[in-house]
């Protein structure tokens, strides 16, 4: 069956270090692969997107891997700060779509920095 | 610019009521979505629309569940005679168009249903 799988629920990262989040994939083909962040009380708000073709991304702070082999993206926030604690979530969109937009997400990891 | 506005943000229905969600999408936005997000999970979708066209209800969870966007723009998530398992998060989110753009998610409509 078709799975997303984020790394852990919950990860603790202290305040200047890089955090790195996983998403796995199984059986999808992604076509592209998008990471959110989600604040309690809000809605996921866009933060990268990678193509199938891409091997990284960044923005700022930010970096995005996409493994196609391994089947695995990561996440990288470098020099933490506490603002950045949030929910993140993978979400892709599978080669099989056709044209149809919808994304399907993980779970999403809680990540927490500490001063 | 407005961003994704959803009303009401919190809905209290007791079971077996009809419930009516509003999205309210940015101006412009040609795809409009339905997600469910339960407690502690990633979002499930749940509907998808192409300006009025309806292009995949697959993940409706029961013919209790009914979206519509008549005029292409503003969308309402109906469902009838609520259960418990409906109580979620229920969130809009609306894009440009166009396999690989970003999605833009209002804040949610919070469904508790007792």
């Known amino acids: 069956s078709q799975k997303i799988e984020q790394n852990s629920e919950a990860l603790n990262i202290q305040e200047g270090k890089t955090a790195t989040l996983t998403c796995n994939y199984t059986?999808?083909?992604?076509?592209?692969l998008q990471w959110y962040r989600q604040d309690p009380g809000r809605g996921p708000v866009f933060l990268l997107l990678?193509?199938?073709?891409?091997k990284e991304k960044r923005k700022e702070r930010l970096k995005v891997t996409f493994d196609t082999t391994l089947k695995q993206s990561l996440f990288h926030i470098t020099a933490s700060q506490p603002a950045d604690s949030a929910t993140y979530l993978c979400?892709?969109?599978?080669?099989?779509?056709?044209?149809?937009?919808?994304?399907?997400f993980g779970t999403g990891t809680r990540l927490t920095i500490i001063p | 610019g407005a961003g994704v506005s959803q009303s009401p943000r919190y809905k209290v229905a007791k079971r077996g009521q009809d419930v009516a969600l509003r999205c309210d999408p940015i101006?412009?936005?040609?795809?409009l979505f339905w997600y469910q997000q339960a407690l502690g999970q990633g979002p499930e979708f749940l509907t998808y629309?192409?300006?009025?066209?309806?292009?995949?209800k697959s993940g409706l969870p029961s013919d209790r569940f009914f979206a519509e966007r008549p005029e292409g723009s503003v969308s309402t998530l109906k469902i009838q005679r609520t259960q418990q398992e409906d109580s979620a998060v229920y969130l809009c989110?609306?894009?440009?168009?166009?396999?690989?753009?970003?999605?833009?998610f209002g804040p949610g409509t919070r469904l508790t249903v007792t």
């Open positions: 989110a609306s894009s440009r168009g166009g396999l690989g753009n970003e999605q833009y």
């Open positions: 059986n999808y083909s992604p076509a592209y």
């Open positions: 990678i193509r199938e073709n891409e």
């Open positions: 979400a892709l969109t599978p080669q099989s779509n056709f044209g149809n937009e919808k994304l399907t």
């Open positions: 101006s412009g936005h040609v795809s």
């Open positions: 629309f192409q300006n009025e066209a309806q292009l995949d």
